[in-house]
């Protein structure tokens, strides 16, 4: 059982390239989501998906896209990098929206580098 | 405005001392309430929960938190501190029925623990 798998771990992009953060899970579980992470910020969240072909905006959506075209997936995508797109991305699932009260499961991040 | 407050930013304690850190949220209503532990480089990891019932929350490594209603409160403690617990911890609660962020993950800042021996 993989859990929450993310790639890449690290990358470095130069401003202006497009790349897009993969995150699977292997649980069945409907609600996924993306994080930041900056010093001093917090995680904040950026996109969710209560299941597959629905996704909504969380908090810090600007610059980036989402789909949930299965259930597993949940890619987020950068479509023009910008140094201030520079953190620490983390997807999450659980088995469905949190404020069931649902066990919520996290990935180990991606450090992305916007040059 | 909905926010969870982690008032300190960071903290120092002594190994074997005892320890707390604090949370506070404003909500209409009581959410569910969580602590995640961070090691640097790491990713999260959950320490303990409160959803209802005894407002005393025991959770992994010794660790345990409060929640106050009263004061919109929900405290993490430990009695005696070890080394291996610096890292940064991040209070957060999911909202529930409540407009755009309706059932998500909402993180405080974190306070980031240092120990000295």
């Known amino acids: 059982n993989a859990g929450v798998t993310q790639t890449p771990k690290f990358q470095v992009l130069k401003t202006g390239q497009s790349m897009t953060l993969q995150c699977a899970q292997d649980?069945?579980?409907?609600?996924m989501s993306w994080y930041r992470q900056d010093p001093g910020m917090g995680l904040r969240l950026i996109h969710y998906?209560?299941?597959?072909?629905?996704?909504d905006q969380g908090e810090v959506p600007n610059g980036y896209n989402v789909s949930r075209s299965t259930t597993e997936d949940f890619p987020l995508r950068l479509l023009s990098a910008a140094p201030s797109q520079t953190s620490v991305y983390f997807c999450?699932?659980?088995?469905?929206?949190?404020?069931?009260?649902?066990?919520?499961?996290f990935g180990e991040g991606s450090w992305l580098t916007v040059v | 405005a909905q926010s969870v407050t982690q008032p300190d930013i960071h903290i120092t304690v002594s190994e074997g001392a005892s320890l707390e850190l604090r949370c506070n949220y404003s909500?209409?209503?009581?959410?569910?309430l969580f602590w995640y532990v961070q090691s640097p480089g790491q990713g999260l990891q959950l320490l303990l929960k409160?959803?209802?019932?005894?407002?005393l929350v025991q959770g992994i490594k010794g660790f345990e938190a409060e929640f106050k209603r009263s004061q919109s409160s929900f405290n993490l403690r430990k009695p005696s501190v070890h080394w291996s617990d610096a890292a940064e911890y991040f209070c957060?609660?999911?909202?529930?029925?409540?407009?755009?962020?309706?059932?998500?993950?909402?993180f405080g800042k974190g306070t980031k623990l240092s120990v000295k021996p």
């Open positions: 999450a699932s659980s088995y469905s929206t949190p404020g069931f009260g649902n066990t919520i499961y």
């Open positions: 649980m069945n579980h409907e609600y």
């Open positions: 998906s209560v299941g597959a072909g629905i996704t």
């Open positions: 909500y209409g209503a009581t959410p569910y």
């Open positions: 409160y959803f209802s019932g005894d407002t």
């Open positions: 957060a609660v999911v909202l529930m029925n409540y407009g755009g962020s309706q059932g998500n993950l909402i």
